[in-house]
């Protein structure tokens, strides 16, 4: 089992910036991939961006050239550096840990360990 924490959300305004961490335990942090997704209220959760085992990194198009996602497996924390924040960010941002050995994976049913998710607000 992983259990995993998201922290760091908060309200900022439009073009801002905002870096949540994703701190995971139970397993050996550095032998799963991480992803975050975020789900705004309607809609289904989304894919924002993903770091495999070996630190190679997939972002959604919505979200590529703003935001940055990494690990340090020391800590045992994943991050997701925001910046240039729109309003069309605002959602729970949930961080997500998969098993598997696939190192692209943007659909949410592969992913094992899930957070409570954080929200993150971004005002006009």
């Known amino acids: 089992q992983v259990h995993v924490v998201e922290s760091g959300g908060g309200l900022v305004q439009a073009g801002g910036s905002l870096r949540l961490s994703c701190a995971a335990s139970g397993r050996t942090f550095s032998n799963y991939a991480l992803g975050w997704f975020r789900q705004a209220p309607g809609k289904e959760r989304e894919f924002v961006a993903r770091v495999a085992r070996g630190g190679t990194t997939d972002y959604a198009d919505s979200v590529l050239g703003r935001f940055t996602i990494s690990r340090d497996n020391a800590k045992n924390t994943a991050y997701l550096q925001m910046n240039s924040l729109k309003p069309e960010d605002t959602a729970v941002y949930y961080c997500?840990?998969?098993?598997?050995?696939?190192?692209?994976?943007?659909?949410?049913?592969?992913?094992?360990?899930w957070g409570q998710g954080t929200q993150v607000t971004v005002s006009s």
């Open positions: 997500a840990v998969d098993l598997s050995t696939r190192w692209i994976v943007r659909e949410p049913g592969p992913y094992n360990y």
